[in-house]
């Protein structure tokens, strides 16, 4: 079974649609969200890590609910980072989402 790379920091970084600190952040946000919630099956990056330019999601990181979560958010969250609507680390719209999720 193939197993979908969500996102990958290549592939900002190859098409130079964003400084690379900006999408070291962004990773780094999502990434400690995900963490912080348990919606991963395994650390994906320790505390003071930097992300390589290899390092990607996969749906295979992530719990059931952490995919749903990533399926119903990330998409629109990374257009919005991209249009400069939201900060690189503004994880708010995945807080709001967890919540409906988790019937908060």
């Known amino acids: ?3 979908l790379v969500i996102d990958q920091v290549s592939w900002h970084w190859d098409s130079g649609s964003e400084p690379p600190e900006k999408t070291l952040v962004r990773f780094k946000s999502v990434v400690r969200f ?23 999601i996969r749906a295979s990181d992530l ?20 249009q400069g609507k939201t900060a690189p680390n ?3 719209i995945f807080k709001k989402r967890l919540r409906k999720l988790r019937h908060e």
């Open 90 to 92: 503004n994880v708010d």
């Open 63 to 82: 719990t059931d609910e952490g995919l749903e979560l990533m399926k119903a958010t990330y998409d629109r969250w990374l257009k919005s980072v991209d």
């Open 34 to 56: 995900l963490q912080d919630h348990g919606l991963v099956k395994r650390t994906l990056l320790n505390n003071n890590e930097e992300p390589t330019e290899s390092f990607c």
């Open 1 to 3: 079974m193939h197993d």
